[in-house]
C-alpha cells in the first residue's frame, strides 16, 4: 500500500482564494482524521470521520474550514475564503487500532 | 487546555549519549500511549507505544517509560545517532476510533 496520500503537497495562494486539501486514506481503515500543524499550537485536530461520517469537528477553527469524506477512499478539506493565518502544514491521518498513519502533509502559505 | 504536554520545544545531544524526551499528560483515562518521529517534510511516524498496563517497552535503541502515578512518560534513546534528529511527538489514546491527543513536540538533535 502507498500509505496515506495528500495533495498537493505544497499550495501557495493569495488571501481571500479558496483551497481545497485532498486527502486518500489506506485502503480499509475506517477513521480519517485532519490535523494541522503550527509552531505554537503543534499537532492540532481539526475533524476526524468514523466510516465516512463526521464525528468531532470542534476542531475546525472557523466557517470558512470544511471537510468531507464522500466515500471510504477519499477527503477534502475546503478553506474558502484563506486567510494568511491559515498557513501551516496540514496533514492527514487514517488509524488501523491504536496507531494511526500520517501521510507526508500539504503546506499552506497564503500571502 | 493542553491534556498532553511536553515543555521541552528542543534538546541536543551528542552523538552515542542517551537522548530523554518527558511528557506529562493530564488525563487519567488515557489507556494507551505513542511517540512518533517526524522529519521535515514528511508525516510523523509511529515510533513506539506502550499500553496503560506496563511501565515499560522496549524496540532496540528506544525505550518508553510510563509512570501513571505521575502521569509522566518518557522516551529513552540509546545510544543517539545523527539519524534520530527528528521532532517528537507524544501522544495519548482512549481506546477505539477515536483521535490521538498530541503534545506540541520536542525536537531533538544529535550533534556528532
Known amino acids: 500500500d502507498a500509505g496515506v496520500i495528500q495533495s498537493p503537497r505544497h499550495e501557495v495562494t493569495e488571501m481571500g482564494q479558496e483551497v481545497t486539501l485532498r486527502c486518500k486514506p489506506i485502503?480499509?481503515?475506517?477513521?480519517l482524521f485532519w490535523y494541522r500543524q503550527t509552531m505554537m499550537r503543534g499537532l492540532e485536530l481539526l475533524i476526524y470521520f468514523n466510516n465516512n461520517v463526521p464525528i468531532d469537528d470542534s476542531g475546525m477553527p472557523e466557517d470558512r474550514f470544511s471537510a468531507k469524506m464522500p466515500n471510504a477512499s477519499f477527503s477534502t478539506l475546503k478553506i474558502q475564503p484563506s486567510e494568511p493565518r491559515d498557513s501551516a502544514v496540514y496533514f492527514c491521518a487514517s488509524l488501523s487500532g491504536n496507531e494511526q498513519f500520517f501521510g507526508p502533509g500539504t503546506r499552506l502559505t497564503v500571502l | 487546555d493542553q491534556q498532553v504536554k511536553q515543555n521541552s520545544p528542543s534538546l541536543s545531544v551528542q552523538e552515542g549519549r542517551i537522548s530523554i524526551l518527558n511528557c506529562d499528560y493530564t488525563?487519567?483515562?488515557?489507556?494507551?500511549f505513542l511517540w512518533y518521529k517526524k522529519y521535515p517534510a514528511e508525516g510523523p511516524t509511529f515510533l513506539i507505544s506502550?499500553?496503560?498496563?506496563?511501565d515499560k517497552n522496549e524496540d532496540g535503541r528506544f525505550t518508553v517509560f510510563l509512570n501513571k502515578s505521575a502521569k509522566h512518560l518518557s522516551l529513552h534513546i540509546v545510544p543517539s545517532q545523527p539519524g534520530d534528529s527528528a521532532v517528537y511527538f507524544c501522544?495519548?489514546?482512549?481506546?477505539?476510533?477515536?483521535?490521538?491527543?498530541f503534545g506540541k513536540g520536542t525536537r531533538l538533535s544529535v550533534i556528532a
Open positions: 488525563n487519567s483515562m488515557f489507556d494507551y
Open positions: 485502503s480499509g481503515h475506517n477513521s
Open positions: 501522544a495519548a489514546d482512549f481506546s477505539g476510533n477515536t483521535p490521538l491527543v
Open positions: 506502550i499500553s496503560s498496563i506496563k
